[in-house]
């Protein structure tokens, strides 16, 4: 048999590779607290320890039973995107940012701000145990979040800590950049080390002080030409920051990563179109 014959009989007859599911079916090892308002979820399951793997600060839906349910209901995925069974028992999707991957372990770890048992994601984080069931998507995003090599500044509040603390633990020694968080408590303020030309403004306020990140934000001084910016966390802080960073800066498309994670007084699943306007407005200046 001829040596090209051979090398397409062989290709016959490999394995395709099959695409990873869409929707990863996932246990709790453990959820603790990490400070006053947060919460750490570990998450564990067989697919967690192979491709894609979860960078730091990459976003993922996270789906959680309905009461009663022992697992979440999963979709089937059609041309359009997912189809659920039965609409009456479809879970609860929450967003969240992965604050770390160990897939040597298979483990996720999601942190979830707390407010009792008034969202679906803050009752599961407080009153799951090990063994119980949810579901987790593929990871989403830039990757990696924060280009490396960059000076950088990053914006959130409370909802956005996870993913700024992620990026800040993988920043290498000589990163210049500036962090402003609005934290909830002085209990909230997360004990990690920078690198010398990495300065964090830490703000106590509760969630509806946007106000005082905003104007603290536009009161210091403009990144340096270059920099890599990345905003997140209600709705208000990255509207009027992107704005006001467009117009103070000649920015490129590349250089501003804005998504809003939540507007107050909406919950996710009334948020979601609104949120994906938001975020698909790429005008250089005009518009949010």
């Given amino acids: 048999m001829e040596p090209h014959m051979e090398q397409l009989k062989e290709q016959r007859h490999r394995p395709v590779p099959q695409a990873p599911a869409r929707i990863r079916l996932v246990q709790v090892v453990q959820s603790q607290p990490?400070?006053?308002?947060?919460r750490r979820i570990t998450l564990t399951g067989s697919a967690l320890a192979e491709p894609p793997h979860y960078w730091p600060a990459c976003h993922v839906k996270l789906l959680l039973p309905k009461p009663g349910q022992l697992q979440p209901l999963l979709p089937v995925f059609g041309e359009h995107g997912p189809v659920w069974p039965d609409q009456a028992l479809k879970p609860?999707?929450?967003t969240f940012t992965v604050r770390a991957h160990r897939p040597e372990l298979a483990e996720v770890d999601i942190d979830v701000a707390i407010h009792g048992d008034s969202s679906p994601a803050s009752r599961f984080a407080l009153h799951c145990k090990r063994g119980d069931y949810c579901a987790l998507s593929l990871p989403g995003g830039p990757q990696p979040m924060l280009p490396p090599n960059l000076p950088f500044l990053l914006v959130g509040d409370m909802t956005a800590l996870p993913a700024i603390?992620?990026?800040?633990?993988?920043?290498?020694?000589?990163?210049?950049?500036?962090?402003?968080?609005?934290?909830s408590s002085h209990d909230d303020i997360p004990q990690l080390k920078v690198p010398v030309r990495v300065t964090c403004h830490w703000l106590v306020g509760n969630y509806q002080q946007t106000a005082l990140l905003i104007d603290t934000v536009k009161a210091a001084p403009l990144p340096a030409p270059g920099s890599s910016i990345w905003l997140a966390g209600e709705e208000q802080i990255v509207l009027q920051l992107r704005r006001y960073?467009?117009?103070q800066l000649p920015l490129q498309r590349e250089q501003l990563y804005a998504i809003p994670y939540w507007r107050a007084g909406l919950d996710e699943a009334a948020y979601e179109m609104p949120r994906h306007q938001v975020m698909d407005d790429n005008a250089p200046v005009a518009g949010a």
Avoid: I, K
């Fill in 92 to 94: 609860d999707v929450r």
């Fill in 165 to 183: 603390c992620a990026m800040l633990e993988q920043l290498p020694a000589d990163a210049q950049g500036t962090v402003f968080c609005l934290v």
């Fill in 34 to 38: 990490v400070s006053a308002n947060l």
């Fill in 245 to 247: 960073l467009r117009h």
